[in-house]
Nanobody, 118 residues
Framework: QGQLVESGGGLVQPGGSLRLSCAAS????????MGWYRQAPGKERELVAD???????NYADSVKGRFTISRDNAKNTVYLQMNSLKPEDTAVYYC????????????WGQGTQVTVSS
């Protein structure tokens, strides 16, 4: 059974930065595509960014140039560096793990709240 544990959420002012971390069990990390989704109140869950085992990345248009996803394969950890945060980035952020042959994530973390407000 895979496990994903997120950390790093919180309250930040507009224009500020946060870094989210997600520790994964080894069995669901090394060959899986790791990603971050978010869900804002009243909105559907959306993909923010994902990264393959070889480091190829994909971003939602709304976060390109502001967010950076990265992974440390030695630590089974994936990160989301969020800069120039906007109030519309407020959401619960979920770490995910997806087998490369699947279209949707196999595993989800419990979620971490990110609030951007002055």
């Amino acid at each position: 059974q895979g496990q994903l544990v997120e950390s790093g959420g919180g309250l930040v002012q507009p224009g500020g930065s946060l870094r989210l971390s997600c520790a994964a069990s080894g069995s669901i990390f090394s060959t899986y595509i790791m990603g971050w989704y978010r869900q804002a109140p009243g909105k559907e869950r959306e993909l923010v960014a994902d990264i393959t085992g070889s480091g190829r990345t994909n971003y939602a248009d709304s976060v390109k140039g502001r967010f950076t996803i990265s992974r440390d394969n030695a630590k089974n950890t994936v990160y989301l560096q969020m800069n120039s945060l906007k109030p519309e980035d407020t959401a619960v952020y979920y770490c995910t793990s997806r087998h490369l042959l699947k279209a949707t994530p196999d595993y989800w973390g419990q979620g971490t709240q990110v609030t951007v407000s002055s």
